[in-house]
């Protein structure tokens, strides 16, 4: 009987992942074991996917304990997966990971990294309720009341005629729940561009980024920007938000030193991003549609880099 966790909390990195000894899986599954059911849905992510800290995603391999599936999520004392919604057991599980004297001292980083995670766990808890479901649909039929494009089509040519060549936001396409959700990130889904692995700034061309700590780093060292530029995407910094007449525009912010992501512009003027391996959401971390990244709730991702363009058809990611 072992578990892997993965700490779901990077957007255009891969997650860190931490391999349990059989002794420390039989401790973790004893936290795990499911109790009360959930009075709602059914599902794999309790709410709106956000940037930063989004639970711990558990596997189970070699042998499986019957009262779990195979793959689960564990969120603040609760329990998604296939068919499953409950309460866990323990619900101190994450302080059980993620503390300073946890499991996450088994992929060594440093301390920090362990208090970032500790302190974006306490923000995910007020954004679960900001992003609940049923207020989020309360705050939209009262906003609706005063939206003035009560006509679709005079809506549509307003909202479209400049972002013309920009990606229709369509998120079904990729919320696949499967192969193409999980394999592709913040960066496939702003370039537009599946690879179904995981694409890296600056990898197809051999420039990978080795720096997340800021956005404009030393020539020694190749920064997420860098490898973007490399990959054929144009540095746009004085876009000021406003698409171009060819292509459409992307933008790019840093959690300095610990991840980078991306969001792109829609035909309808809003902003759309794909946070990892969860959903693609037209919202930021506020519950808020995205007039604009420079303003919107990134959470961690608190430097603004720049606005570029993905030429469609001219780029190459890996």
Same mark, same amino acid.
């Given at each position: 009987?072992a578990?892997r966790?993965?700490i779901?909390?990077f957007?255009?990195r891969?997650?860190?992942?931490i391999?349990l000894?059989?002794n420390?899986?039989?401790e973790a599954?004893k936290?795990?074991k499911?109790s009360?059911r959930?009075d709602?849905?059914?599902?794999?992510?309790?709410t709106?996917?956000?940037?930063g800290y989004r639970?711990?995603?558990?596997?189970?391999?070699?042998?499986?304990?019957?009262?779990l599936?195979?793959?689960f999520?564990?969120?603040h004392?609760?329990?998604?997966g296939?068919?499953?919604?409950?309460?866990?057991?323990g619900?101190a599980?994450e302080?059980?990971v993620?503390?300073?004297e946890g499991?996450?001292?088994?992929?060594?980083?440093?301390?920090?990294?362990?208090?970032?995670v500790?302190?974006?766990?306490?923000?995910?808890?007020?954004?679960?309720?900001l992003?609940d479901?049923?207020?989020v649909?309360?705050l939209?039929?009262?906003?609706?009341i005063?939206w003035?494009?009560r006509?679709?089509w005079?809506c549509y040519w307003?909202?479209?005629?400049?972002c013309?060549c920009?990606?229709?936001?369509?998120p079904?396409?990729?919320?696949d729940?499967?192969i193409?959700?999980?394999?592709? &990130?913040?960066? !496939?889904?702003? $370039?537009?561009? +599946? #690879?179904?692995t995981?694409?890296q700034?600056?990898?197809a061309s051999g420039?990978?980024?080795n720096?997340?700590?800021?956005?404009n780093?030393?020539s020694a060292n190749?920064?997420?920007k860098?490898?973007?530029i490399s990959d054929?995407?144009?540095?746009?910094p004085?876009a000021?938000?406003?698409?171009?007449?060819?292509?459409?525009?992307?933008?790019l912010?840093?959690?300095p030193?610990?991840d980078y992501?991306?969001?792109?512009?829609g035909?309808?003027?809003?902003?759309?991003h794909?946070?990892?391996?969860?959903q693609?959401?037209?919202q930021? &971390?506020?519950? !808020?549609?995205? $007039?604009?990244p +420079? #303003?919107?709730n990134?959470?961690?991702?608190?430097?603004?880099?720049?606005f570029?363009?993905?030429?469609?058809g001219h780029?190459?990611?890996?």
């Amino acid at each position: 009987m072992a578990l892997r966790i993965t700490i779901d909390i990077f957007s255009g990195r891969e997650n860190p992942v931490i391999e349990l000894s059989e002794n420390e899986s039989v401790e973790a599954l004893k936290q795990l074991k499911p109790s009360g059911r959930l009075d709602q849905k059914k599902e794999i992510f309790p709410t709106e996917p956000t940037l930063g800290y989004r639970g711990l995603l558990i596997e189970q391999y070699d042998t499986i304990d019957k009262d779990l599936p195979q793959h689960f999520r564990y969120v603040h004392g609760e329990l998604y997966g296939k068919d499953l919604a409950h309460k866990a057991s323990g619900d101190a599980f994450e302080e059980f990971v993620c503390g300073s004297e946890g499991l996450i001292r088994k992929i060594k980083l440093d301390k920090e990294f362990s208090e970032m995670v500790l302190k974006e766990i306490e923000e995910f808890k007020k954004l679960r309720y900001l992003l609940d479901p049923k207020i989020v649909d309360l705050l939209r039929r009262r906003l609706s009341i005063y939206w003035p494009c009560r006509w679709w089509w005079p809506c549509y040519w307003w909202c479209c005629r400049k972002c013309r060549c920009a990606p229709i936001y369509e998120p079904a396409s990729w919320n696949d729940g499967d192969i193409k959700e999980w394999n592709n &990130n913040c960066y !496939n889904y702003a $370039s537009n561009y +599946r #690879t179904d692995t995981f694409a890296q700034p600056g990898r197809a061309s051999g420039n990978i980024w080795n720096d997340l700590s800021a956005c404009n780093v030393p020539s020694a060292n190749i920064s997420a920007k860098m490898g973007a530029i490399s990959d054929d995407l144009i540095d746009n910094p004085n876009a000021n938000n406003k698409c171009p007449s060819q292509g459409h525009l992307v933008a790019l912010v840093i959690a300095p030193g610990w991840d980078y992501h991306w969001y792109r512009k829609g035909r309808n003027g809003y902003w759309s991003h794909k946070p990892g391996h969860t959903q693609v959401t037209n919202q930021d &971390n506020s519950g !808020n549609a995205i $007039s604009d990244p +420079r #303003t919107a709730n990134r959470g961690l991702y608190t430097e603004f880099c720049t606005f570029m363009t993905v030429m469609h058809g001219h780029i190459k990611i890996k």
